[in-house]
């Protein structure tokens, strides 16, 4: 098992930028595969994003792409999410979440997809 710390998240105004950060401790995120998801107030934990094991295959849902960048440095252990020309509806709270897997290039949408996952780090985008 491997433990995720999501940091970054805080308040910023429309068509502001942030850098969220997952640490991963425990373990080495080579053998994951990882995933963004949010959770905005009254609503169910949605998909944002995911990247493969291996080979940087990435999967972006509609409402993030072209904005929202996933990257991961191995060195550092470290999953990234970065959050270009936010909207207020990308208000929620961000939880990083990971699955270990010998697949190289799957990456996973859902949440059943993946076993572990960090506490979560709150975005708030002020109109």
């Known amino acids: 098992q491997v433990q995720l710390e999501e940091s970054g998240g805080g308040l910023v105004q429309a068509g502001g930028s942030l850098r969220l950060s997952c640490a991963a401790s425990?373990?080495?995120?080579?053998?994951?595969?990882m995933g963004w998801f949010r959770q905005a107030p009254g609503k169910e934990r949605e998909f944002v994003v995911a990247?493969?094991?291996?080979?940087?295959?990435?999967h972006y849902s509609d409402s993030v792409k072209g904005r929202f960048t996933i990257s991961r440095d191995i060195a550092k252990n470290t999953l990234y999410l970065q959050m270009n020309s936010l909207r207020p509806e990308d208000t929620a709270v961000y939880y990083c979440?990971?699955?270990?897997?010998?697949?190289?290039?799957?990456?996973?949408?859902?949440?059943?997809?993946?076993?572990?996952w960090g506490q979560g780090t709150q975005v708030t985008v002020s109109s």
């Open positions: 979440a990971a699955v270990y897997t010998a697949a190289r290039t799957w990456v996973g949408v859902r949440e059943v997809d993946y076993d572990d």
């Open positions: 425990g373990r080495t995120l080579s053998g994951y595969a």
């Open positions: 990247i493969s094991r291996i080979g940087g295959i990435t």
